[in-house]
């Protein structure tokens, strides 16, 4: 228990974190969008995980485009590295889900900064079914939400469907 006490002392707070990101980020803007101009650009961050594995997102914002990320900062175990894992698996599903179904989208892993046992990954786009369903929640029975929360639940059954079948196609041969 003082061990966990210890380093919970030690880990930086969530604003400190965010000034780390934002710099690691400006460092490596080039190599994750290399057209963006990088003395026109802003990158701001705010944190919006929980407190075991903290996930920041990150606006990238230069001149028209605006780019979003998030770092999801993984706990430490002595028999696994989460952020590794994760990082992993992101690779292999952003390069193999299209070729299972092109219309799938995956997070782009950006990178990982092993030292801060955190990872780095684009953002899919704006559907997001929790965030759906707690702005509609009140007005399910419009007409207008209906068809938004049908095609949401889809696309989610869809990628479901999709990832089940890569998973057959890699490991159960």
Known sequence: MNE??????????SKEIIKIFCQRLRDNLKLYYPYLNESET????????????????YDITSGTSKQT??????????????AKLE??????????????????AVARPLDIFQDLNAYVMESV??????TYLLKNNSMIKNGKSLPKLLS???????WLKTFHRLIRLLYCR
């Open 4 to 13: 966990t006490l210890e380093s919970e002392r030690l880990r930086p707070s």
């Open 42 to 57: 802003d990158i701001s961050g705010k944190s919006i995980g929980g407190p075991y594995a903290k996930t920041f997102r």
């Open 69 to 82: 990320v998030f770092i999801k900062v993984c706990p430490i175990f002595e028999r696994l590295n989460p």
């Open 87 to 104: 990082y992993e698996t992101l690779q292999l599903l952003y390069r193999k889900m299209p070729e299972v179904n092109a219309a799938c």
């Open 125 to 130: 786009g704006n559907n997001n079914f929790k």
């Open 152 to 158: 949401i639940v889809s696309g989610c059954a869809i």
